[in-house]
């Protein structure tokens, strides 16, 4: 069940469901799984699929085409924060590199100092953006209404006792 349930949540996240009702979710999956001893693949069926049916997206709606899956996968995103960084950090090197000697060019033809402002703004603003993205959204199990704890593997902490029998 561990392994469900950890994949469960991984998949909840991907869909951006909030931790909140994340950790319902969880908590349901968990009593129904030791109430019944049903294996959760059959009680529940696949992690992606129950996932998707938990997060109210309809399966059918999952699949598309190409460009329904770049955006829905966030690759345009991807895409864009390369352009974005890279268009930065060209104006800040230019700009810099333009300063220090005078054998190089300000990018883009702007005058050396804006060049390097612009492009030191524009990876500030970026960093300040990632780290929002970033903020917690922590899982609370409801039942307990403790904070659901995850190792750097992205597996519960505490899913196994000392004597690594699994927890209800």
Wanted: hydrophobic share 50%; proline share 5%.
């Amino acid at each position: 069940m561990t392994t469900y349930t950890d994949d469960l949540v991984f998949e909840l996240r991907m869909l951006e469901v909030p931790g909140t009702r994340i950790g319902e979710i969880l908590a349901e999956v968990q009593s129904h799984i030791a109430e019944t001893g049903e294996d959760p693949v059959d009680a529940f069926g696949p992690v992606k699929d129950y996932a998707r049916e938990r997060a109210g997206l309809e399966v059918a709606a999952q699949q598309g085409g190409f460009l329904a899956r770049l955006f829905r996968g966030h690759w345009l995103m991807f895409l864009a924060g390369l352009a974005y960084t890279f268009i930065a950090a060209r104006l800040m090197i230019g700009g810099g590199m333009a300063l220090a000697s005078e054998r190089f060019e300000s990018p883009f033809g702007l005058n050396p100092w804006a060049a390097l402002i612009i492009g030191v703004v524009l990876l500030a603003a970026w960093g300040v953006w990632l780290l929002r993205l970033m903020k917690a959204d922590p899982i609370v199990d409801p039942r307990t209404g403790r904070q659901v704890e995850w190792d750097l593997r992205g597996r519960r902490k505490d899913a196994n006792g000392p004597d690594g029998a699994a927890r209800p």
